[in-house]
Structure formats: C-alpha cells, structure tokens
C-alpha cells in the first residue's frame, strides 16, 4: 500500500514534466525591412519637391526598433535646387489584424543637406549641411510573406537653417522587402 502511495505521488509530481507541448523552436530575435518609395514634400523653401526615398527598419523587440532612412528630393523648375536628408532614430510600433497592419511612430536625428539656387545674387552657392531632427509617423501593410506596402509622414526640423529655420513636410509611399 505505501509502495501504491508513493508511485501516484511520484505521478502527480511529475504531471507537469510529462505535459508534452512543443516549445518553439525557430523565432526569430529581430526583423529586418528594406525598401524604397517616392516623396511628395512641402519643402517650406520653394514651393513643392518631388523625389525617391530609401529606408531600413530593424524590429528588435515586439514593438521597438530603429529606422533609417534616405531622401533625395528636388525643386519643381529650378534643377539646381535640392534637398538630401539622412536620418535614423527609434521607432514604436503595434501589430493589429494578424500582423497585416502596423501602425507606427518615429523621433529620427540627421543631417540634411541643401543645395541653394544658383540665382541668388549674394555670391557662390555651395552645398550646405545642417543636422535636423524629425518626428513622423505611418502604416505598414503586410501584402505577402515578403513584401510590404508603406505610408509614411515625416515633420523635419532642420537646425539654424538660416534666415528662421527649415520645417518641411514629407509624405512618402513605397514598398520594402522583409528577410
């Protein structure tokens, strides 16, 4: 009989032990995302730009990760006039509707670059650069096991930026490839 009591104990012990569920085995620890798009800006300078972007997102958690990202937009009738900015910062975003959609927000640090207009009389007009700060946000849309379609707003400030400053809009729709 204490033989009988000590088995069923050891059974019960152990029940949780003998519980056979899988544990995953393949997850991953990070998402990688690289794509492009084009660039429709207010560029609070002269008038409307139009251009490409690239970028690159790198998810290392659940919600968190960093982006970067490279616009190259220009002026509408002046070919001379352009701006190029690279950036990259910290990004916050969920998941929703079986991870098809994922809405996002972004605080990015970066250099911008500004090509002035040849026909300012006040002398040579080279390339300057300043560093800026943005704050964006858009959508993700999971159209295949690879591939991403993309919304994207951005505010940039860029840093004495002379006479007041230099704030403009972007809005970007593209594409990536997700490894």
Known sequence: MLKNLFLVVCLLAGASTLYAQATATASRTADLKVGGGFTYANADYDGHYKGEMAFFTYDFTSHFGI???????????????????????????????????????????????????????????????????????????????????????EYQEWFHFPPNGLTPTLFTVGAAYHF
């Open 67 to 153: 982006e970067g990202n490279f616009h190259f937009v220009k002026g509408g009738g002046n070919l001379d006039l352009y701006e190029k900015t690279y950036e990259i910062g910290g990004r916050y975003f969920r998941n929703y509707r079986d991870d098809k959609l994922s809405p996002y927000v972004k605080l990015l640090y970066g250099r911008g670059v500004f090509n002035f207009p040849a026909y300012i009389p006040s002398g040579p007009h080279p390339n300057l650069a300043y560093n800026m700060g943005v704050v964006g946000a858009g959508l993700d849309y999971k159209f295949s096991r690879h591939l991403y379609f993309r919304g994207d707003f």
